[in-house]
C-alpha cells in the first residue's frame, strides 16, 4: 500500500443519534398526554400529606351537600360533610397503591408460574395450565366476589382477591412466549455452555420475556384500579371512614339526583385515571419495541416515501430499454444521522437480459432492488432523488393503487430466505392462488389449474400433491421454486431476484440458476439479479453492475468484466472466487471494512481499501467514466489488462 494511505488521517464518523426514551415517548402525543395527567395525578396523591388539606374522614353535618366551588370547600362535601377534594386525593392515593399492589402481585406470580410452565413442559406444564384453566372457568369478578365473600370485606382481601384472578392473564401471556423461547437456538447453546436449568430461565429467557411483562403490566394497572373501584362501589372492598375512588362513587349513587356531584367527581377521576394509565401503557410499549428504538419513530407505510425534487427529475435517456433507473437516492434517517444507501444509481435492463448486481453485504444492493416498488420501509427510509421508469413510466410518480396493480404483476420478487417469504400456515396451493387471484380474476378450478401448471413450469416433481404441502414440509430448493413460480404467477415483465441461491447447497443453486435462465430466454422477461458471488454472475448474467457504498463503480459485459476488471474494488472481488482445476490460484481478501455510509469520506470511498490510492483520490467527487456503450469505471486510476492488484 502505498504511503499516501498510511500517512492521511482518516475522518473519525460521526456518532450515531438514535431516539432516546423520552424522545421515543414524547413522538406519541397521546401517550406524552397520559403521561402528562398520570403525573399531575401521582404526584397530587402523593404529596396529600403535606397538602393543606382538611381530613378526609372528619364529618360536619352543618356543611353537608355544598356544591363545588363554596368558599372553604373547591370540590364540595359529600352528605357527611366531608371535603370532597380532601377525600378525592386520598382515595386516589389509595386506588393507585391497591392497583400497583395487586398488579405487581399478578405479574410476578403469573410470570413466575408462566416460565416454569413454558421451560419445563411436560407434567409440570400440565399441572400448572390445568390449575390455570380450573381458576379461569370462574368469571374473574364472580371469582373476587367469592373470595372477598370467604376473606372478609376490607381493602387489603380486596386486593388479595384483585390480585389472584388476574395471576392466570399473566401466566398464560408469559407460558406462550416462554414456550417458543425454550426452542430456540440461544438457550440450545446456554446448554451446551454448562448453564443450570435456573441460569437458562432467568438469565436467558427471561431477559427475553421482561418486555412483555411490563408491558402488560401497563396495561394491566388501569384494570386493577377499575376492579378495586367495583369492589369497593359493592362494600367489599374499602370500609368507612376510609375513602377510595369506589367507595366514594357508591356512596354517591344514593344521592345521585339531589347532589350529583358527590358521583360525578370521583366518576370522573377514575376515568382520568385509568384513560390516562392506558395511554402511558401504550408509550412504553414504543419505547420497547426495537424497530421504533432504532430510530423509526413511527410504523413503516406500505409504500416508500418520496420526497424528490420534480424539477430535478431526469427523463428516460434508453427508449430500448424495458427498465431504467436513474440517479437513485434512497435515505434512511435515524435520529439525526443521515444513511446515505444508495447515493445515485444507474441501471438499464432490456426485455430478455438479465442483469448482475455484485456487491459486499451493505453495499446498497437489495435496498436498490426494493425502492423500485417502493418496498423500503418509511420511515425511516425515503427516496430521495432520481427516476425509475418501467416502459417509460415513472414508478416513483405512480398511484399507490398503480403501484399495487404492478407488485407481483408486471415487476415480482424472488428473496433469499424462501421460508421467511412463504406463509408458514397457508398450503402452497393456496398462496399460489392468492398470487394468481390478485391480478386475474379467475375460478377456483382454473386458479388451481394455473397454479399446478406453475409448479410444473418450475420442474416440481409430483405437483398436484405439493400444492396441498406446509412451506415447512418442502425441502430448500423446493421452497425457492414456488417462490419463483409465485414470481412468475402473472408473466411478470421484470424479475428481481435478490440473493435466491446463497442458502442452497451447490447443486440445488445450479438447478436454481438453470431453470430462472431457461425461464427468462422463454418469457423473454428482464432479470435484476443480486449477489455477491461472481461465480453465479458468470453463469447467468449478460451484464454485470459492481456496487460500492450505495454506487455503481464498474459496468459492463459480464466476459469484459471478468477478463478485465478495470476497478480495483472488482478485481478484488473476482480474486476471492475460487477456480475449479486451479488448486494453486491464491484466493485474495480485501482488507479492512466498507465506510458507514452515513459518513462517507471525500473522493473516492473505496481508497482506504484500495492498493493504488493516490491523494487526489481523496478529493472530489469522481464519476462514472463511459468508454464505451456497457462499459464504465468509476476510478482516476483504473487498471490495465492483466495488471497485478
Known amino acids: 500500500m502505498t504511503e499516501a494511505t498510511l500517512t492521511t488521517p482518516r475522518k473519525q464518523p460521526a456518532k450515531t443519534s438514535r431516539p432516546s426514551t423520552l424522545g421515543l415517548l414524547l413522538n406519541n402525543t397521546l401517550a406524552t398526554t397520559g403521561l402528562i395527567i398520570l403525573g399531575i395525578i401521582c404526584l397530587l396523591a402523593l404529596a396529600a400529606p403535606l397538602l393543606p388539606l382538611p381530613n378526609p374522614d372528619a364529618t360536619a353535618p352543618a356543611d353537608r351537600l355544598m356544591r363545588p366551588f363554596t368558599d372553604g370547600h373547591l370540590l364540595g362535601t359529600d352528605h357527611l360533610g366531608r371535603d370532597l377534594l380532601s377525600r378525592l386525593i386520598w382515595g386516589t392515593r ?24 413454558g421451560y419445563a413442559g411436560k407434567r409440570v406444564d400440565t399441572i400448572i395450565m390445568r390449575g390455570i384453566d380450573m381458576v379461569m372457568a370462574f368469571p374473574y369478578i364472580l371469582l373476587a366476589l367469592a373470595i372477598v365473600a370467604v376473606l372478609g370485606p376490607g381493602l387489603l382481601n380486596a386486593l388479595y382477591a384483585i390480585a389472584l384472578v388476574n395471576i392466570p392473564f399473566f401466566a398464560r401471556n408469559i407460558r406462550g412466549i416462554t414456550l417458543g423461547l425454550s426452542r430456540r437456538e440461544f438457550v440450545d447453546a446456554a446448554r451446551l455452555a454448562g448453564k443450570s436449568p435456573p441460569q437458562i430461565l432467568f438469565l436467558e429467557i427471561l431477559p427475553n420475556v421482561l418486555p ?25 372492598g374499602a370500609q368507612p371512614p376510609q375513602a377510595d375512588l369506589g367507595s366514594m362513587l357508591g356512596e354517591g349513587r344514593k344521592i345521585l339526583f339531589t347532589a350529583p356531584h358527590v358521583s360525578i367527581i370521583p366518576g370522573l377521576m377514575i376515568f382520568a385515571l385509568v384513560m390516562s394509565i392506558n395511554l402511558f401503557g401504550d408509550g412504553i410499549r414504543d419505547i420497547l419495541d426495537p424497530r421504533l428504538r432504532s430510530g423509526s419513530l413511527t410504523r413503516p407505510v406500505a409504500r416508500t416515501a418520496v420526497e424528490r425534487n420534480e424539477a430535478d427529475k431526469p427523463a428516460p435517456t434508453r427508449p430500448d430499454a424495458l427498465f431504467e433507473m436513474i440517479g437513485l437516492r434512497t435515505e434512511f434517517k435515524i435520529g439525526t444521522s443521515v444513511y446515505k444507501a444508495v447515493g445515485g444509481v444507474d441501471l438499464a435492463l432490456k426485455h430478455g437480459e438479465c442483469l448482475g448486481l455484485v456487491g459486499e453485504s451493505g453495499s446498497g444492493k437489495s435496498v436498490t432492488a426494493m425502492s423500485v416498488m417502493g418496498l423500503v420501509p418509511t420511515p425511516p427510509g425515503k427516496i430521495a432523488g432520481g427516476a425509475a421508469y418501467l416502459e417509460g413510466e415513472d414508478l416513483f410518480a405512480a398511484s ?13 420478487y424472488v428473496f433469499q430466505d424462501p421460508l421467511s417469504t412463504l406463509h408458514p400456515l397457508f398450503t402452497v396451493g393456496q398462496q399460489l ?10 375460478g377456483r378450478s382454473e386458479t388451481q389449474a394455473r397454479a399446478l401448471e406453475l409448479l410444473s413450469l418450475v420442474r416440481i416433481p409430483n405437483p ?48 436454481i440458476l438453470t431453470l ?40 459492463g459485459t459480464t466476459e469484459d468484466i471478468l477478463n478485465n476488471p478495470k476497478h480495483p474494488y472488482t478485481a ?38 484500495c492498493p493504488h490510492v493516490q491523494p487526489v483520490c481523496r478529493s472530489g467527487d469522481i464519476a462514472l467514466e463511459m468508454t464505451g456503450p456497457e462499459r464504465g469505471v468509476r476510478c482516476l486510476f483504473p487498471l490495465t489488462q492483466g495488471e497485478d492488484t
Open 516 to 555: 430462472m435462465n431457461q425461464l427468462r430466454q422463454e418469457r423473454d422477461a428482464a432479470i435484476l439479479f443480486i449477489t455477491h458471488d461472481f461465480g453465479v454472475v458468470s453463469a447467468l448474467c449478460d451484464r454485470v453492475a459492481v456496487m460500492y457504498a450505495g454506487r455503481i463503480v464498474e459496468t
Open 572 to 609: 478484488k472481488l473476482i480474486e476471492c472466487v475460487p477456480v475449479l482445476g486451479d488448486p494453486g490460484r491464491r484466493l485474495d481478501a480485501i482488507e479492512g471494512r466498507p465506510p458507514v455510509v452515513n459518513h462517507l469520506p471525500d473522493g473516492c470511498a473505496f481508497a482506504d481499501r
Open 464 to 511: 398436484a400433491e405439493r400444492l396441498k404441502a406446509y412451506p415447512h414440509e418442502l425441502s430448500g430448493g423446493m421452497r425457492q421454486r414456488v417462490c419463483i413460480a409465485m414470481a412468475l404467477a402473472n408473466d411478470a415483465k421484470l424479475l428481481i431476484a435478490d440473493e435466491p441461491t446463497t442458502a442452497l447447497d451447490v447443486t440445488v443453486q445450479s438447478q
Open 400 to 412: 399507490d393503487r398503480r403501484i399495487r396493480d404492478l407488485r407481483g404483476g408486471s415487476v415480482s
Open 433 to 442: 392462488s392468492e398470487a394468481i387471484s390478485a391480478h386475474a380474476p379467475l
Open 94 to 117: 389509595v386506588s393507585l397503591a391497591v392497583g400497583l399492589s395487586a398488579t405487581a402481585i399478578a405479574a410476578f406470580f403469573g410470570s413466575l408460574l408462566g416460565l416454569l410452565a
Open 212 to 236: 412483555v411483562i411490563i408491558i402488560t403490566m401497563s396495561t394491566t394497572v388501569g384494570w386493577m384500579v377499575l376492579e378495586t373501584a367495583g369492589l369497593s362501589f359493592l362494600g367489599l
